[in-house]
């Protein structure tokens, strides 16, 4: 949901002293580890070019309609910069949950804000965007890998945030089901990150048997991942592939720029 930064993909591990200049915590206590939770979009999956990509066609058809709308940049600029905010905005106004007609509700007000309102274009291109999209889906490259060789050490667990509609189309696209121990996504469970209940929950029977203190919980999202999981007491990951400024006063135990990286780290490589 967050807007894709602009900088390029670093190739550096940030832990040790980087770490502790950066965030101020000491870095990651591998010796403490005994399960490991991924996150989905974001980390195991590259969403965000499939959702970008996806609304191409449909941004191009309403720009026939409306020319002005090319004055705000090219699809992949549009998306990024100015649709994504829209869908934030909008996500800020209701939090709880995320839902697909929040989509919807970005169709309409990048119409209105930036051409003319009309309901029926703007609800013909969200249903474009939604039938497009989901082909788009791809995983990150070294996302198997990283599922093979982590599996090899410790349980997994999936822990995305999503509608479930959603988010189990991606899962069972890409067959990742099964390499968890668990599955948990938000709307099957009523709990959402950063609650850390929905933590509490990854670890309830039969992973009840590992400690909160245990787990080490690996994300992209600094606001839901990092942030619930140092409320739980998990160890965390926050993995920034675009090399985004971290901006705010959710700290991870570490930093790594691939899932590679992770990898190397946890001494699977």
Same mark, same amino acid.
């Given at each position: 949901?967050?807007?894709?930064?602009?900088?390029?993909?670093?190739?550096?591990?940030?832990?040790?002293?980087?770490?502790?200049?950066?965030?101020?915590?000491?870095?990651?206590?591998?010796?403490?580890?005994?399960?490991?939770?991924?996150?989905?979009?974001?980390?195991?999956?590259?969403?965000?070019?499939?959702?970008?990509?996806?609304?191409?066609?449909?941004?191009?058809?309403?720009?026939?309609?409306?020319?002005?709308?090319?004055?705000?940049?090219?699809?992949?600029?549009?998306?990024?910069?100015?649709?994504?905010?829209?869908?934030?905005?909008?996500?800020?106004?209701?939090?709880?949950?995320?839902?697909?007609?929040?989509?919807?509700?970005?169709?309409?007000?990048?119409?209105?804000?930036?051409? &003319?309102?009309? %309901?029926? =274009?703007?609800?013909?291109?969200? #249903?474009?965007?939604? !039938?497009?999209?989901?082909?788009? @889906? +791809?995983?990150?490259?070294?996302?198997?890998?990283?599922?093979?060789?982590?599996?090899?050490?410790?349980?997994?667990?999936?822990?995305?945030?999503?509608?479930?509609?959603?988010?189990?189309?991606?899962?069972?696209?890409?067959?990742?089901?099964?390499?968890?121990?668990?599955?948990?996504?938000?709307?099957?469970?009523?709990?959402?990150?950063?609650?850390?209940?929905?933590? &509490?929950?990854? %670890?309830? =029977?039969?992973?009840?048997?590992? #400690?909160?203190?245990? !787990?080490?919980?690996?994300?992209? @999202? +600094?606001?839901?991942?990092?942030?619930?999981?140092?409320?739980?007491?998990?160890?965390?990951?926050?993995?920034?592939?675009?090399?985004?400024?971290?901006?705010?006063?959710?700290?991870?135990?570490?930093?790594?720029?691939?899932?590679?990286?992770?990898?190397?780290?946890?001494?699977?490589?």
């Amino acid at each position: 949901m967050t807007p894709p930064s602009s900088k390029t993909t670093r190739t550096t591990l940030t832990t040790s002293a980087n770490a502790n200049e950066r965030t101020g915590r000491g870095a990651l206590d591998v010796d403490r580890i005994e399960v490991v939770s991924f996150d989905l979009d974001g980390t195991l999956i590259d969403s965000r070019t499939a959702w970008r990509d996806g609304f191409a066609a449909p941004f191009a058809r309403l720009a026939e309609r409306y020319p002005t709308l090319l004055t705000l940049g090219d699809s992949a600029h549009v998306h990024d910069f100015v649709f994504q905010p829209f869908l934030i905005e909008i996500w800020e106004r209701v939090r709880g949950e995320w839902s697909p007609e929040y989509v919807r509700e970005g169709w309409r007000m990048l119409l209105e804000r930036h051409a &003319a309102p009309d %309901l029926e =274009a703007a609800d013909a291109a969200y #249903e474009e965007y939604e !039938a497009t999209w989901p082909a788009m @889906m +791809r995983l990150f490259e070294d996302s198997l890998a990283t599922l093979e060789a982590v599996q090899r050490r410790y349980p997994m667990i999936l822990l995305t945030n999503g509608n479930t509609t959603h988010q189990r189309m991606k899962i069972d696209t890409h067959d990742l089901e099964k390499w968890f121990h668990r599955v948990v996504v938000s709307e099957e469970v009523g709990l959402v990150k950063p609650d850390p209940a929905i933590f &509490a929950h990854a %670890l309830s =029977a039969p992973l009840d048997i590992f #400690e909160a203190k245990s !787990a080490l919980h690996v994300g992209d @999202m +600094r606001s839901q991942d990092i942030a619930g999981a140092r409320a739980a007491g998990w160890q965390s990951a926050w993995v920034n592939r675009t090399g985004a400024p971290a901006d705010d006063d959710h700290h991870p135990d570490v930093e790594v720029a691939s899932l590679d990286d992770l990898v190397r780290l946890l001494g699977l490589r």
